[in-house]
């Protein structure tokens, strides 16, 4: 196989693959939540690209032609999608507004570059693609698209930060858990953005073919934990929250500063036992805000004295008794009317997915792994 030969391999193979996979996705999950975003995500930046590529291998030259301003321009859609999937998965009041169609500035520029162009230079800038040199317009859209990997994964990891803090500190149940595979996704992107970086660098002809393997590698990620884990919209996160989380920290600090390791150690303790005599940890509500007034404690010296004293979040602190509860319950399967596929909502959880992923990061096994093991 010719080199040529392999580049129309992985981006006809790249095309029908993102293709299926964005309708796996849709079927699946019913295009509910913001499993739109992620089909997007998979779909809009992606393929027109690799059909242009592909059609300059075949010279398709009509097709190329018709192809090249489209995918210079939709290419610098990819980094306000991943943005905009952080935003709606952890930000319930978030909304598309007018004033987000500045995302599209970057794609409308190439666009209007690519346009502006006549048909005879457009041509010879697609020859000379084909014959493997640089172009004006083609490193304008490679410097626009590397900006855009710096200004927006540093938005998204900001926000990320915030919100994992936040929700921490607010979770009624296993929210986090339930999209913690986002940030690692996000974090996937951004690594594998650097290595095609370097790589374009040190030999450009690779944007040919291994972005689309990696791409392919990063959407078979996507799509198999927005399948695995079901929606959950996160409560109590609007924008501003996200955005005073970091005020909040900082006047947190200082009165946790306030507390003595005996103090943390007294407030755990009684924590603790109000939370397995009145078995509040099965509630699937619970959470900190609700917990401390229960007890009258505040929100902030009850969070400081759990992660001080116990080295975890109030969200541990509720599911490791809740899992002691599953452990229970899994041994009673003979004596009661119990099996493991309803185990879940005796203990306080409310889906079965966020059941097993706790119980396997606490015991490192599945429920039943674990009742074998027994």
């Keep these: 196989m010719g080199y040529d030969d392999f580049i129309l391999t992985v981006n006809s193979s790249s095309i029908i693959t993102l293709l299926m996979l964005a309708l796996i996705l849709l079927t699946a999950t019913r295009f509910r939540g913001e499993n739109g975003y992620a089909a997007a995500i998979i779909v809009i ?66 666009l209007g570059l690519c346009l502006s162009m006549s048909v005879e230079e457009r041509m010879n800038t697609i020859r000379h693609e084909i014959e493997g040199y640089d172009t004006w317009i083609g490193n304008l859209n490679t410097i626009i698209i590397f900006i855009q990997m710096v200004a927006y994964f540093t938005a998204i990891f900001r926000f990320l930060h915030r919100a994992k803090k936040k929700i921490n500190d607010t979770a009624s149940d296993a929210e986090w858990l339930q999209k913690e595979w986002i940030p690692v996704f996000e974090y996937l992107f951004a690594a594998l953005f650097v290595i095609v970086m370097i790589c374009y660098i040190i030999w450009p002809r690779t944007d040919a073919w291994l972005i689309q393997i990696l791409n392919v590698v990063a959407m078979f990620y996507l799509v198999y934990n927005s399948i695995a884990h079901p929606v959950m919209p ?113 203990c306080g959880f409310r889906s079965r997915s966020t059941f097993y992923m706790v119980f396997k990061k606490m015991t490192g096994k599945s429920p039943v792994a674990w009742l074998e093991d027994r």
């Excluded at 690799?50 to 990819?78: A, D, K, Q």
């Excluded at 509040?280 to 001080?308: C, H, V």
């Design 45 to 110: 930046p992606n393929v027109p690209v690799y059909l242009y590529n592909m059609s300059r291998m075949l010279g398709w030259l009509n097709f190329s032609l018709f192809m090249f301003p489209i995918s210079c321009s939709v290419n610098t859609l990819l980094m306000p999608l991943l943005w905009l999937f952080a935003q709606k998965n952890f930000d319930s009041s978030f909304r598309l507004k007018p004033v987000h169609l500045l995302h599209l500035l970057p794609g409308l520029l190439c």
């Design 234 to 346: 996160i409560k109590q996160m609007s924008a501003d929250a996200v955005i005073n989380t970091s005020e909040d920290s900082e006047t947190e600090t200082v009165a946790g500063a306030l507390i003595s390791e005996q103090q943390m150690k007294e407030v755990c303790e009684y924590a603790s036992k109000y939370m397995e005599e009145n078995k509040a940890y099965l509630r699937a509500d619970i959470s900190l805000a609700l917990f401390a007034k229960e007890i009258n404690i505040s929100q902030r010296t009850l969070s400081r004295a759990i992660n001080g004293y116990m080295g975890c979040n109030f969200f541990e602190f509720v599911n490791r008794m809740r899992i002691e509860e599953a452990k229970r319950l899994l041994l009673m399967l003979n004596v009661k009317d119990y099996n493991i596929e309803s185990i879940y909502t005796e």
